[in-house]
C-alpha cells in the first residue's frame, strides 16, 4: 500500500512552453502534498507544500507564478511548470502525507524535466 | 538555522556492517527518517525514530539519541545493490522535514 505515482516521468520541452506533472496517491487519501526538486548530486529542496483545497504554502525563493500548484482532490496534486527555461531542467519529486497514521511521506517516482 | 550533516561519501566491503551518521539541529523536532535513493529514483522510506533507542529492521536498524542530536544508520550483511544515497531527514516543529546532503554508499566486491 501507500502508493504515489507520478506522470509523466521524463519530460523534454522547448524554452518558453509550459509542462505539467500529475502526483497521484493510488490507494490512499493525502492530507497533504509536497513538491521536490533535485539537482544532480544534491539533496532534496522542498518547493512547496499543498493541502487539498487551500493555496499552495511555497518555500523562499520560490516564484509562485512560475510553477504553479493546484491541489483539487486528496489524491491529484499537478505541478505546472510555466514559461519553462533551461535553469529549470531538474528532477522534480511529489510526496504525500497519508489522512490519518504517522507523518511519514511516500514519494513518486520523480520526473526528470530537460528544457531545451 | 537548522542544519543536518551527514558524510558526504562512505565506501564498505560487501558482506561487511556500514554505520551512516547524522547529527541535527533543527527547531523542535517530531522524528527522524531514514531514507535510502537510488540514483535517479526517487526516496524510499527505510525507518522512522522518535523516541531513543535503536529500531532494528531486518538488516537495517537506525538509532536516535534527542539529546545528543544524534542518529544513525547501521546497514548489516552489505549486499551490491545496498549501493545508493542514505538521506537523513529531521521533522520540525512545524511538521516539515528538513534534509541532509545525503551519503553516498559505495559498496565494493
Known amino acids: 500500500g501507500a502508493v504515489v505515482s507520478q506522470h509523466p516521468s521524463r519530460v523534454i520541452c522547448k524554452s518558453g512552453t509550459s509542462v505539467k506533472i500529475e502526483c497521484r496517491s493510488l490507494?490512499?487519501?493525502?492530507?497533504?502534498m509536497f513538491w521536490y526538486r533535485q539537482f544532480p548530486k544534491k539533496s532534496l529542496m522542498l518547493m512547496a507544500t499543498s493541502n487539498e483545497g487551500s493555496k499552495a504554502t511555497y518555500e523562499q525563493g520560490v516564484e509562485k507564478d512560475k510553477f504553479l500548484i493546484n491541489h483539487a482532490s486528496l489524491t491529484l496534486s499537478t505541478l505546472t511548470v510555466t514559461s519553462a527555461h533551461p535553469e529549470d531542467s531538474s528532477f522534480y519529486i511529489c510526496s504525500a502525507r497519508m489522512l490519518e497514521g504517522s507523518y511519514e511521506q511516500y514519494f513518486g517516482p520523480g520526473t526528470r524535466l530537460t528544457v531545451t | 538555522g537548522q542544519n543536518i550533516d551527514q558524510p558526504t561519501e562512505m565506501t564498505a566491503t560487501e558482506g561487511a556492517i556500514v554505520q551512516i551518521n547524522c547529527t541535527y539541529q533543527?527547531?523542535?523536532?517530531?522524528?527522524l527518517f531514514w531514507y535510502q535513493q537510488h540514483a535517479g529514483e526517487a526516496p524510499t522510506f527505510l525507518s522512522y525514530n522518535v523516541l531513543d533507542g535503536l529500531e532494528e529492521k531486518g538488516r537495517f536498524s537506525s538509532f536516535l539519541s534527542r539529546s545528543k542530536g544524534y542518529s544513525y544508520l547501521l546497514l548489516k550483511e552489505l549486499q551490491m545493490k545496498d549501493s545508493a544515497s542514505y538521506l537523513c531527514a529531521v521533522m520540525d516543529s512545524n511538521y516539515q522535514l528538513i534534509w541532509g546532503a545525503g551519503t553516498k554508499l559505495i559498496i565494493k566486491p
Open positions: 490507494d490512499f487519501q493525502a492530507t497533504t
Open positions: 533543527t527547531s523542535g523536532f517530531n522524528g
